[in-house]
């Protein structure tokens, strides 16, 4: 079936450097999609979503990027802090209103 | 401080027992989804609801699953029989139609079937 997959299963970076989590996508047909954070024991939490008929959004401390001729989603993470080592999904929302989550990359931080 | 809540957050039960987690979504949230997660599958879309009818319930295994909500502040996933497969952490999450894929979950109900 259609799904919503990453590339990297894990990610290491250095405190203070920027950090990218890519996601690649099947479907043609979403809204838009949308990045979740989940810290060890709790649920996901929305962190930034963009429209499909944009190519970049950008937040505080992160930039999504889009594109769509390749079907390939990013998350850019600036000055990446130890507070954000958790897993991060890519998600896809559909317009059926289904909300579709990638498998995830772990993110950690080194001091 | 509006979240979602889930109960119970742990579970432990074996093979064949009936299980029931609840949820009380965000007050004056009108979307409500579950979601499984595992090691494995990730997280798994189980069935979702917009003001309170059900939408899509097929990611569900329907000879055991069951979701419903009895009313805006409740929500319901049963299993009955369960089995040792269903073991997972079940998400709860509610949001508005307006604002599309932005949901809050729940802090998750552990269930480990033995």
């Known amino acids: 079936g259609e799904s919503v997959g990453l590339h990297l299963p894990t990610l290491s970076v250095q405190e203070g450097d920027n950090s990218i989590i890519n996601c690649a996508y099947s479907?043609?047909?979403?809204?838009?999609f949308i990045w979740y954070k989940q810290e060890s024991g709790k649920g996901p939490q929305f962190i930034i979503d963009i429209r499909s008929n944009m190519d970049k959004r950008q937040g505080q401390r992160v930039t999504v990027l889009l594109n769509k001729t390749v079907k390939h989603l990013s998350l850019q993470i600036a000055a990446t802090q130890p507070g954000d080592s958790a897993v991060y999904f890519c998600?896809?929302?559909?317009?059926?209103?289904?909300?579709?989550f990638g498998q995830g990359t772990e993110l950690s931080v080194k001091p | 401080d509006a979240r979602v809540t889930q109960t119970p957050r742990h579970k432990v039960t074996e093979m064949g027992q009936e299980v029931t987690m609840r949820c009380q979504p965000i007050?004056?949230?009108?979307?409500v989804f579950w979601y499984r997660q595992t090691m494995m599958q990730g997280l798994e879309l189980l069935a979702y609801f917009r003001n309170r009818a059900p939408l899509d319930d097929s990611g569900m295994p329907k000879d055991r699953f069951s979701a419903e909500m009895p009313d805006a502040t409740l929500a319901t996933l049963k299993i009955q029989p369960s089995e040792p497969r269903d073991s997972a952490v079940y998400f709860c999450?509610?949001?508005?139609?307006?604002?599309?894929?932005?949901?809050?979950f729940g802090e998750g109900s552990r269930l480990t079937v033995l």
């Open positions: 007050l004056g949230h009108n979307t």
């Open positions: 998600a896809e929302y559909r317009r059926t209103g289904k909300l579709i």
């Open positions: 479907n043609s047909a979403s809204d838009y």
């Open positions: 999450a509610s949001g508005l139609v307006a604002s599309g894929g932005e949901l809050f």
